[in-house]
Every structure is written in C-alpha cells, then in structure tokens.
C-alpha cells in the first residue's frame, strides 16, 4: 500500500561542500519508491524529524518507518515522534544494512545519478572504459564509511539539486525488476485510489517535531514554574499543575530561550 512503509537511513560518507561537512539523510516510500533528500550538517534526531516533516506534509503519515539502529534514529526524540503520530517505529538488527534495502538501493542510484549530472566531476566520456570505471569508483565512495565525497557547492545549492533530482529526474524514472513492473514512482502514485492520512495542523506538527531538553523534556512543575537550565518559566496557567509532570518542548522557531511548550 501507499505509504504502507517507510525506510530511512543516512549515508555512510560525509559530503564536503564549499561551507564544511555535510550528511545526506534519505526517506523512500516502498511501495511507490519515491524518496526525498536532506542534506544536513550531521545525521542527529532533529534533523531526521525535519526530513520527516517534509514528507508527512507532501506524501501523508507513514503505517510503519523503518531505521537502522544508530543513535540518531533510535533516540527519544525520534521514538516520541513516531509515537505520537501513531507511526510503528521498525528497527534493523544491529550492523543488518540489508532489512532496508530499497533506501539502500536509493541512495545507490544517487550516487551513480551524481557523478554523471554534477559538473566538475571525472568526465562524460562514456567510450572511455576507464573513465566509466573511474565514475563509478568515485560515486562507489559515497557508500563507503568514513569516506570524502567533496562537491564544489554549498549546501543550499546541493539540497536544491538534491531535490531536483528526486522530484524530476528519479520520481519519472521506470523501475523494472523491483515490484513496480516498468512503472515509475509518479505513475504508482498517480494511480493510487485509496483514502491516505494527512497532517491536518501544521502548528501542531511543528511544535511536536521540536526539540525537548534534557530528561526526555519531563519537567515537574514547581511553585516558581518550570526550571530548565538554571531559567524559570512560568505563566498562570501552570498554577493548575504545580506537583505534576509535564512534557517541555523548546520552541524551535523563537531562537531563543523566551519560550517553551508545555
């Protein structure tokens, strides 16, 4: 079914862009194969949720979200998202790459997409067996951990061409051999039918989405209000809580320590 799962991973490699080093995290949905990119500083929980921000709100919520076992994906953070949304978290056995293997595949055919649309790269001299080999050498790095694969633009420009790509180039590509028989991921959506959820309160998504503080964001409310890092917080209505605990969430779009979610 449409959005019946979803698989998410990060590259193994960094990305070197004109303004540092980058991640590129990934999210496909099985059945139609479309996939979305972020490109990202490092691949940490909130960067995840903001990738999963994007296709909630373009693609709708997910029935099961499949992820490696790291860190960033198997967190408090990403667990209450997924939660919340009533969203089935699925984690792969440790170091079992291959219980996801269609966003493995993805970012495969990212790579390869990569080195071939990208300019400054090895050469487009496909008569030359070398320099095909030597292409796909280098797209091969992008897969490999710990590896370098630099790209002489910023990451505002890669995230444009990242989404480029998955929107006009791989979402109109025919899939053959991987259960769309020769279909491509427009047309399997195009042709779906069938009612699909959808966030209907973007606020509220993103408030869910922010970050909490430490402890998992419980917070007992005190007399004085809510303490977080050495700061009080208080407003009338928290009167009504004093001796509970509550769930805090920091205000992602204040930029500031002004306010938080109770």
Not at 37 to 43: A, E, N, Q, W
Request: include cysteine; charge should be negative; aromatic fraction near 10%.
């Amino acid at each position: 079914r449409l959005n019946q799962r979803w698989e998410l991973d990060s590259t193994p490699a960094d990305v070197m862009l004109t303004d540092g080093r980058h991640s590129i995290i990934g999210v496909l949905d099985v059945y139609s194969r479309r996939g979305k990119l972020l490109v990202t500083k490092t691949s940490k929980a909130t960067a995840i949720a903001a990738l999963v921000r994007r296709a909630l709100f373009d693609w709708g919520v997910p029935e099961v979200a499949k992820t490696d076992n790291g860190s960033d994906y198997k967190g408090h953070h990403i667990k209450r998202v997924f939660s919340s949304l009533d969203i089935e978290h699925s984690l792969c056995p440790p170091f079992q790459p291959w219980h996801k293997p269609h966003i493995e595949r993805f970012f495969r055919t990212f790579s390869h997409d990569l080195v071939e649309l990208l300019d400054g790269f090895i050469g487009h001299n496909v008569a030359e067996r070398q320099a095909i080999r030597n292409r796909q050498s280098f797209a091969d790095r992008l897969l490999q951990r710990n590896a370098v694969f630099e790209i002489n633009r910023s990451s505002a420009e890669f995230q444009e061409f990242c989404d480029r790509w998955c929107e006009d180039i791989y979402q109109h590509r025919a899939h053959e051999g991987e259960g769309l028989n020769g279909k491509t991921p427009f047309e399997m959506i195009a042709a779906w039918r069938e009612p699909v959820r959808q966030i209907e309160d973007e606020r509220a998504l993103d408030i869910l989405l922010a970050e909490a503080p430490d402890n998992h964001g419980r917070r007992i409310v005190r007399k004085k209000g809510i303490q977080i890092d050495g700061a009080w917080f208080i407003a009338p209505e928290l009167e009504a809580y004093v001796g509970e605990q509550v769930l805090v969430l920091f205000d992602a779009f204040e930029q500031d320590l002004g306010r938080i979610y109770v």
